[in-house]
């Protein structure tokens, strides 16, 4: 069983960068699609970025695009989130998904593995 952990989150102010990892252990699999999602309480969770295996394609929800950034490491099984200018609404629990196809989508339920999430919280 693949096992995703999430780490990097935290408390920080409106303006603020993280970066937030997410690495990957267990039996691995090759050529597979990584994303982020993040929810807060009372809300589904929602698509916030994704990348395919050799990097050469991404997506972002385009309120995003431009302050977060996704990138993977292939021999670090570890894929990465850049949060840069942090908002308040930014606040949430960030997910960290893989799928077993190369094939990048927003669509939650096309996610086989899932990590636990690490809390980000921006304050003004």
């Known amino acids: 069983q693949v096992q995703l952990v999430e780490s990097g989150g935290g408390v920080v102010q409106a303006g603020d960068s993280l970066r937030l990892s997410c690495t990957a252990s267990?039996?691995?699999?090759?050529?597979?699609?990584s994303a982020w999602f993040r929810q807060v309480p009372g809300k589904g969770r929602e698509f916030v970025a994704a990348?395919?295996?050799?990097?050469?394609?991404?997506d972002y929800d385009k309120s995003l695009e431009g302050r977060f950034t996704i990138s993977r490491d292939n021999v670090k099984n570890t894929v990465y989130l850049q949060l840069n200018n942090l908002k308040p609404e930014d606040t949430a629990t960030y997910y960290c998904?893989?799928?077993?196809?190369?094939?990048?989508?927003?669509?939650?339920?096309?996610?086989?593995?899932w990590g636990q999430g690490t809390q980000v919280t921006v304050s003004l």
């Open positions: 267990g039996p691995t699999f090759t050529e597979y699609t």
């Open positions: 990348i395919n295996w050799d990097s050469s394609y991404d």
């Open positions: 998904a893989a799928r077993s196809l190369n094939y990048v989508t927003r669509l939650l339920d096309r996610y086989n593995y």
